[in-house]
């Protein structure tokens, strides 16, 4: 029988979180480390988009830069080119990313496994084109310059580090916050079995077509949030923003902390990020050392940090039942046991 008590799980979001509540109190004066820590959690809202698709739906898609620089490009140009304020130009990113992840899922989702994933990498090639060509729109490679910050409505400052870091930790924990619910509820078993398997989700009768098509939306919609609110972040935006190799990148994060969990895109954010400014003295090499660490992650611990140390946390918890239980019970009980803590994951 499943128990209420306080778990290991619980135990780690809630220090997650307080480690990044207090960190701006622990750093002092460190600005650099604050803004890396900002820059950080718009990608991490990025890769919960990423985990929605790939890692409960069991889709690759390598279109999610592209979006998340539509986000980031159009709160640019709408605040500086057409002195729009933040928050509207922000409710017309996330608002076009969410549809725009719609239509494009129309066609993206009539391919399957790894031609979807070559033609959504189409895709965000294709958007990563029109944003660095596009002269006239775009300004190209000149990039767009004066983003505004949020309106604080005279309450808040968003001018200040520490205030827009907590705006988009409040953005960051909405987004995990997002994941556990759908991970709990009937849309996210939906969207697990669609991974397990489409044709017996479709004997079923769900409809994996249109399940698909807005995890996809939602996927998008999320980069869309990430995109907008790294563009006040950054205050300057240029192509890259919408390239391929953010779309790896984000891909990487996910891996590492974890696919399918709640906090993996932060571990796996977080890690990453901090390890290549680490190494940023020898950026040209530093996939050398990351590369070798990243394969045997993904030999010795395929599910991420996370999700190893969930499955870890699970085994004892099951050894620990069954030692209470003298000789462990009916096997199937023990069997059932162990899949619902697995369940409980990050």
């Known amino acids: 029988m499943t128990t209420t008590t306080f778990s290991p799980q619980r135990l780690g979001t809630l220090l997650v979180a307080l480690a990044l509540l207090l960190a701006p109190l622990t750093l002092g004066g460190?600005?650099?480390?604050?803004?890396v820590l900002t820059v950080g959690a718009t990608y991490a809202i990025a890769v919960y988009g990423m985990n929605l698709i790939l890692g409960l739906t069991g889709?690759?898609?390598l279109a999610h830069g592209g979006f998340f620089g539509i986000g980031v490009y159009i709160v640019g140009l709408l605040t500086t080119d057409y002195d729009w304020a933040f928050w509207p130009s922000f409710l017309v990113a996330v608002l076009v990313t969410g549809l725009g992840g719609f239509v494009a899922g129309i066609v993206a989702l009539r391919t399957r496994e790894e031609y979807f994933a070559i033609f959504t990498m189409a895709m965000g090639f294709i958007i990563f084109l029109v944003?660095?060509?596009w002269e006239s729109v775009t300004h190209a490679h000149s990039g767009v310059s004066g983003v505004k910050f949020p309106e604080g409505f005279g309450l808040f400052d968003f001018s200040e580090p520490v205030v827009m870091y907590y705006l988009v930790l409040l953005f960051l924990l909405g987004a995990g916050y997002v994941t556990h619910a759908v991970r709990r509820s009937g849309i996210g078993r939906t969207l697990v079995a669609i991974r397990t398997s489409e044709d017996l989700a479709r004997s079923i009768g769900v409809n994996v077509g249109l399940n698909k098509q807005l995890a996809f939306a939602a996927s998008t919609t999320f980069a869309g949030v990430a995109g907008g609110l790294f563009a006040a972040v950054q205050g300057f935006v240029g192509p890259s923003a919408a390239s391929l190799d953010?779309?790896?990148e984000m891909l990487m994060f996910i891996l590492v902390g974890g696919l399918g969990t709640v906090l993996g895109p932060v571990v796996g954010t977080f890690l990453v990020l901090f390890l290549f400014e680490f190494f940023q003295d020898f950026e040209a090499y530093r996939f050398l050392v990351l590369g070798p660490i990243i394969?045997?992650?993904v030999i010795f611990a395929p599910r991420g940090i996370v999700g190893y140390l969930n499955a870890f946390v699970g085994k004892l918890r099951s050894r620990a039942a069954g030692a209470g239980n003298g000789s462990g019970g009916p096997p199937e009980h023990r069997s059932s046991d162990t899949a619902t803590d697995v369940k409980e994951t990050l």
């Open 59 to 61: 889709q690759l898609s």
């Open 131 to 133: 944003i660095s060509r």
């Open 246 to 248: 953010l779309t790896f």
């Open 295 to 297: 394969v045997v992650l």
């Open 30 to 35: 460190e600005e650099y480390v604050l803004r």
